[in-house]
C-alpha cells in the first residue's frame, strides 16, 4: 500500500483530474487546490486552521512526490509511458545493413576487381561520416542537455508553488526582516518575487503580505512558508 503522501490515486482524486493530463494542467490544477486552502481564506477558528495546515501539507507532500516521478521517468504517476522515437533506430538499422553489406562486397571481391568495386569503396567512407556525424550529434545535444536548467527545479516561489519546508527556523535577529511603512521593492529585496501579486496584497505561498498606500500595513506568516519576520503578525 502506498504511503500518504505518495498516494497518487488520492492525489488525483483532489485536482480532479486523470493520470494521463499534461504537466500544465496538473500544475495548473495543484496550484487552484493550494489557493483553495489558504489557511487565511479558510479562517474558522484554530481547530480548522489546524486542519486545513495538516490538509495542506500533505497535498504539497504528495505533490513534491508526483514531481520527483516525473523527473525521474518523464511521466506523471499513472500516466502510459511515452512512446519511443523509431524514426532514429530506423537510421541506425539502415546505417548498420550498409556497413555489413560493405564487408560482404569488399569480402566478396578477394583479389579481382569487380565493376562494383569503386561503389563500395566509396560507400564505406560515407557510412563511416555518417556514423561520425551520429555520434557527433548525440554529443552536442547531451551537452546542450546539461546546460539547459530543469524547469522543475527552480525556486518553488517563482513558479507559484509552495516551498515544502521540513523545519521552521526563524530569521536570525540581525537579517533583514520585514516592517510596517516598508515600500514593495523593499519587501522584493528580502522576501522575493511573490507568489501571487494584487494591488494591496503579495502571497508568498500561504503566507502574505498587504499594502495601503504602496506601503506595508500588515502580514501573516504561515508556518509552512515563514515570512522573513519575528512574528506571525505584526506588533498591535
Not at 486542519?51 to 511521466?75: E, T, W
Not at 562494383?116 to 555518417?130: G, N, Y
Amino acid at each position: 500500500m502506498l504511503a500518504d503522501e505518495t498516494d497518487f490515486i488520492d492525489l488525483y482524486g483532489k485536482l480532479r483530474l486523470e493520470p494521463d493530463c499534461s504537466l500544465a494542467e496538473f500544475k495548473q490544477a495543484y496550484r487552484r487546490h493550494v489557493s483553495a486552502w489558504h489557511p487565511d481564506r479558510r479562517s474558522r477558528g484554530e481547530r480548522a486552521d489546524a486542519l486545513a495546515a495538516r490538509r495542506l501539507q500533505r497535498l504539497m507532500a504528495q505533490y513534491s512526490a508526483a514531481m520527483d516521478f516525473h523527473r525521474q521517468h518523464g511521466r506523471l504517476p499513472g500516466a502510459p509511458p511515452p512512446k519511443p522515437a523509431s524514426s532514429c533506430g530506423s537510421a541506425l538499422a539502415r546505417d548498420s545493413e550498409a556497413s555489413q553489406e560493405n564487408v560482404a562486397v569488399n569480402r566478396g571481391a578477394g583479389s579481382v576487381e569487380s565493376s562494383a568495386s569503386p561503389i563500395a569503396r566509396k560507400r564505406a567512407p560515407t557510412s563511416e561520416r555518417r556514423w561520425l556525424l551520429v555520434a557527433g550529434l548525440v554529443v552536442v545535444g547531451l551537452g546542450v542537455w546539461a546546460l539547459v536548467p530543469d524547469p522543475d527545479r527552480v525556486d518553488p516561489s517563482v513558479e507559484g508553488v509552495p516551498e515544502v519546508v521540513a523545519d521552521v527556523v526563524a530569521p536570525a535577529a540581525d537579517a533583514a526582516s520585514l516592517a510596517i511603512g516598508m515600500k514593495d521593492n523593499e519587501v522584493t529585496a528580502i522576501e522575493g518575487e511573490p507568489t501571487l501579486r494584487s494591488a494591496d496584497r503579495w502571497e508568498y505561498g500561504p503566507s502574505w503580505v498587504r499594502f495601503e498606500g504602496g506601503s506595508v500595513v500588515d502580514w501573516y506568516s504561515s508556518p509552512l512558508r515563514t515570512l522573513h519576520v519575528r512574528s506571525s503578525h505584526p506588533p498591535r
